[in-house]
């Protein structure tokens, strides 16, 4: 009797993009709550210590990104994996410059959480029937006030939406005015409770979210808190409606997609 295997595994590396291993270890916890595939593998990455502790403004990004970058493609052994998950909710430079790569089965499949997160809402937004009521909106809940302007030009740039012009879908950014590196150690968990419920009302206030995207890797595990927040500003029935989307989780299972899809339709 002759057999043959008909199905491969998939194989996506998580770059944390900081030299943080408690970043590290909070998506660690993240990605288990998933319920994956057995025939998936999932391996987490930290930045060496040169790398910013915390991705706090532009400087970190760009510093982030060389370091990551040269440290991957001397000795990372990229091949070995199907796809990359660029766990930085940012317009990091390291989505577009590792997609150029080869994986183990041609180029590599590459998002970030940041464009997760955000295919993530407007997959899951419900659509009004026959524009009888507002449209429904999501938005960005993020850590210091920088990324309220990057992250609002990130949306617009990504979605190629003119941002002299209205995007009524979208509810904006509320920033928490914390760093990533707070939710793992130095600040008050009572602190960072108050100041993330604050965020979430202040964005929940522009009325009609639906959706809410954790705007930093940091944030994973924190849904409680968002959940709580949205209770209070629209009571238990629509408070437990609202989505909260954490971009590690949406970019595993997108990139699992993506992976599949790659197999599918690409010339072999």
């Known amino acids: 009797m002759t057999t043959y295997l008909v199905r491969r595994s998939t194989r996506i590396l998580v770059v944390n993009p900081n030299s943080s291993t408690a970043m590290s270890h909070g998506v660690e916890e993240a990605i288990r709550s998933i319920g994956l595939s057995e025939s ?71 998002t970030g959480i940041f464009e997760a997160g955000v295919l993530a809402s407007l997959a899951l937004l419900t659509t009004p029937p026959l524009n009888t009521v507002p449209a429904r909106k999501w938005g960005i809940v993020t850590t210091g006030k920088w990324w309220e302007a990057h992250l609002t ?47 979430t009302k202040r964005l929940l206030g522009q009325g009609a979210v639906d959706c809410v995207v954790m705007g930093c890797a940091g944030m994973a595990g924190l849904e409680n808190i968002i959940r709580s927040a949205a209770i209070e500003k629209y009571g238990p029935e629509q408070g437990h409606q609202v989505l909260i989307i954490d971009g590690v989780r949406a970019g595993i299972g997108q990139l699992e997609q993506m992976v599949r899809n790659k197999r599918m339709f690409q010339e072999v």
């Open 40 to 110: 998936t593998e999932i391996y987490v990455y930290t930045a060496p210590p040169e790398s910013p502790p915390s991705i706090n403004d532009g400087d970190d990004i760009q510093a982030s990104s060389e370091i990551v970058f040269r440290d991957l493609t001397t000795k990372g052994n990229l091949q070995q994996y199907d796809a990359v998950l660029v766990a930085c909710f940012s317009v990091h430079p390291l989505v577009e410059r590792l997609a150029e790569l080869q994986g183990s089965r041609g180029k590599l499949a590459v």
């Open 153 to 199: 030009q990130g949306v617009n740039t990504f979605l190629g939406v003119d941002p002299r012009s209205v995007n009524d879908k979208f509810a904006g950014v509320e920033s928490t005015g914390l760093d990533a590196g707070d939710f793992h150690g130095g600040v008050d968990p009572a602190v960072i409770r108050e100041k993330l419920k604050d965020a």
